[in-house]
C-alpha cells in the first residue's frame, strides 16, 4: 500500500493529514471495485 500513496504522501508534508484521508476513501473505493472483479471474472 506504500507503492499507492507516494504522491499523496509528498503533499502530505506540505498540506496536512486530510490528504490522508482523501486517500484512504478513494483507497477503499479502489479496492471494492476491485474484489468483485476478482470474483466473478468481470
Sequence with gaps: MKTFGTLEYAIDKYSGSWTWKITGVRAVM?????????WYGN
Design 30 to 38: 479502489m479496492v471494492s471495485k476491485l474484489i468483485p472483479e476478482l
